[in-house]
């Protein structure tokens, strides 16, 4: 397991009912297949050792020891490898018999885990063969050679490497209250469930549900693995489904119905997880009582022996890695996109409301936060029943404006029907420079942000003559970098944008654009979201264009926003990172790029923090939030060494 992340897979071999031999040699396969691709554990299907329609077979004493002697057949096959395997097979305990998974690594059995749920409804009489791991009494039994404790108690079992995982056995995951709830609250990090679930019309959408949630309740890896081709289709059909979840999300997933056997493999991020569970103070209440449970030795804690493996490879990730996680899939752009806009112009709306504001004043720019700010506000306008022209934009050219910033915004307000100020802050902020003593010809940081402020003191002074509210545009991306004026356009009455990051808001006012405006509109949005971003403060070149661009002087706002994603979200370090940024933007940057930007965002992220501890409000969009009022509290004086240090000594 390295960078937190753990190999699995689910397989699914050939069968032939009750022909035992054949059936270890197909396990046998897979294992070793699996072993080779640097899988770390597997799971088969339910009773995968003798096949699950055995029906009566199963109180055949000659297929109960053939069984045995398969495992002992498998143990030895596992001798040399470092693999996990967890494979399915019926185990006499005393005058019981278990429908149990066994875990096996290195020729040892590490623990069986009897089934606690079995159905005996429909199709399905199980009962008639098997007892419930709930008819058991902790007892100690001689099998493969091994003597080995079988506890109807949940048990939880810990890799070499610390990972933590659990098993079920099919049905365990219908119930209403499955095993695997106990169990990750103990700790299991992953849940493998050995199933032999049959095919039904629309079964399987209602099983797949059944798995995300449960993968996204327990916020655990979930992997699941169902009898297919082989088994018996005297009454029922076994279609072979194979599928891995990361706390909801599927991951991976076979072929159903397939005639030959399958195997699926994924990497799941167990520091996620962690970070996930870390976080959730919900889940981590209910742990209480089940960790009062193991100290009080009602749970069966395995500790995997620390044993040098035979085969180290080196690290290949194999999973894909998304470079703008804030991005929503294209299937799900206009759902996505609707939906945050609404919570935008929702937030604004009760704004308005509670405040009784007449008004709402925007600095217009032609960029593409104020538009976005603009966008909404004139919906919220619009969903009140109030008249636009009592939005006021406010045009403010200053010594760096661009005549197609200008022009955009001046259309822009036009077509949309809102009331245009224009207010040139030239002549006040040189009459500033004068009265400061600074010279105009040098600029420097005290030249851009006085005309930010001046700005800024321009809209509050409207909103207070018009009894409105200055409504601010700065998004995520500026304040996780502090690229904002303190107390210049960092501060406003209410900032609509605060959660989304820059790399949304473009597809944002695409889809504004796209979605029924006036053609006017469109053509100025669609212009809008292709200008160079800036803030411009500093004078064009000499052919009229911008020549601050923001990106130059703070990096690419992508690399940016996906640090900030996985920073915040999950807390990975500069290490985790950068690795993953590598990976995500393999043929983009190279890795002396993300290092340098990396080093960057860091850096503004730590020493900027005393902006964001007085932000004004903001409506929380996301999963990924800086307000200082619920997502995000730091000290504005806390230390970044130790982070800076390992970013810098990547390379």
């Known amino acids: 397991m390295e960078y ?130 709930q008819d058991l009494r902790e007892t100690t039994v001689r099998f493969a050679g091994h ?71 327990t916020i655990t890896g979930y992997i699941y693995s169902s009898c297919g081709f082989g088994e018996s289709t005297q009454d029922v059909v076994f279609g072979g489904n194979a599928l891995i979840y990361e706390n909801g999300s599927l991951i991976a997933e076979g072929e ?23 976080t959730n103070s919900t889940y981590v209440n209910a742990q209480r009582n089940v960790k009062y449970a193991i100290r009080s030795g009602r749970y069966s804690v395995h500790n995997i022996e620390m044993l040098a493996p035979f085969n180290r490879r080196d690290f290949v990730l194999e999973r894909e890695i998304d470079a703008h996680p804030f991005i929503p899939h294209e299937a799900e752009m206009g759902v996505t996109c609707e939906e945050i806009f609404n919570i935008q112009l929702m937030g604004v709306a009760k704004r308005i409301v509670h405040t009784g504001a007449k008004h709402l004043i925007l600095g217009i720019s032609g960029g593409l936060d104020s538009t976005l700010a603009l966008l909404v506000c004139v919906k919220a306008f619009d969903k009140l029943g109030m008249n636009r022209k009592d939005i006021i934009g406010v045009t403010m050219p200053g010594f760096g404006t661009t005549d197609r910033t200008y022009r955009n915004a001046i259309t822009l307000m036009g077509s949309l029907g809102v009331t245009i100020r224009e207010i040139s ?61 303190y107390n210049g356009d960092h501060m406003s009455m209410y900032g609509v944008n605060a959660s989304v990051p820059k790399t949304l808001i473009q597809h944002m006012v695409r889809y504004v654009a796209e979605s029924g405006v006036d053609e006017k509109s469109r053509v100025t949005l669609l212009d809008i979201v292709d200008t160079p971003i800036s803030p411009e403060l500093t004078p064009a070149d000499e052919s009229g264009e911008i020549r601050q661009k923001t990106e130059d002087l703070v990096g690419p706002y992508e690399l940016h926003d996906f640090f900030l994603y996985y920073f ?24 002396i790029i ?42 504005s004086d806390a230390s970044s060494a130790i982070w800076l240090a390992e970013a810098e000594s990547l390379l």
């Open 425 to 485: 802050i030239a002549d006040a902020v040189e009459q500033h420079f004068k009265d400061i003593g600074h010279d105009i010809s040098v600029h420097d940081v005290t030249y851009e942000n006085a005309q930010a402020r001046e700005r800024t003191q321009i809209l509050m002074d409207l909103s207070n003559e018009l009894g409105g509210i200055v409504v601010g545009t700065g998004d995520l991306s500026e304040l996780a970098l502090g690229w904002a004026t």
């Open 256 to 278: 159903r119905f397939s005639l030959e056997p399958q195997m699926r493999i994924a990497q799941i991020d167990i520091e996620k997880l962690r970070s996930e569970r870390r």
């Open 568 to 591: 915040l979200r999950f807390g990975f370090r500069p290490k985790k990172l950068f690795f993953l940024a590598c990976r995500a933007f393999e043929g983009v940057y190279d890795e």
């Open 594 to 635: 993300v290092q340098k930007w990396l080093v960057v965002f860091l850096r503004r992220f730590f020493s900027q923090q005393f902006k964001r501890s007085c932000l004004p409000d903001g409506p929380k969009v996301g999963n990924v939030s800086l307000s200082p009022r619920g997502d995000w509290r730091m000290p």
């Open 147 to 217: 003597r080995i404790t079988v506890t109807p108690d949940p048990q939880i079992f810990i890799t070499s490497e610390g990972a933590q995982f659990g098993v079920e056995n099919c049905e365990d995951v219908w119930a209403p209250a499955p095993p695997s709830n106990k169990l990750a609250l103990a700790g299991a990090e992953l849940i493998f469930n050995l199933s032999a679930s049959d095919e039904l019309s629309g079964k399987h959408t209602y099983l797949k549900s059944l798995l995300a949630q449960q993968s996204a309740r």
């Open 4 to 133: 937190g992340f753990i190999k699995v897979a689910t397989a699914i071999p050939s069968v032939k009912v009750g022909d035992v031999k054949f059936n270890t040699r197909q396990i046998e396969s897979q294992i070793a297949l699996a072993e080779g691709q640097g899988v770390e554990i597997i799971v088969f299907p339910e009773l995968c050792i003798t096949g699950y329609t055995c029906q009566d077979l199963f109180l055949q004493q000659m297929l109960l020891e053939s069984a045995e002697t398969a495992m002992m057949m498998l143990l030895d096959f596992t001798r040399q490898l470092d693999i996990i395997s967890i494979v399915g097979l019926p185990v006499v305990v005393g005058d019981l018999l278990l429908n149990c998974a066994a875990i096996i690594q290195h020729g040892k059995i590490l623990g069986l885990v009897p089934k606690t749920y079995l159905p005996n409804y429909r199709e399905f009489y199980e009962k008639r063969w098997f007892a419930s791991a």
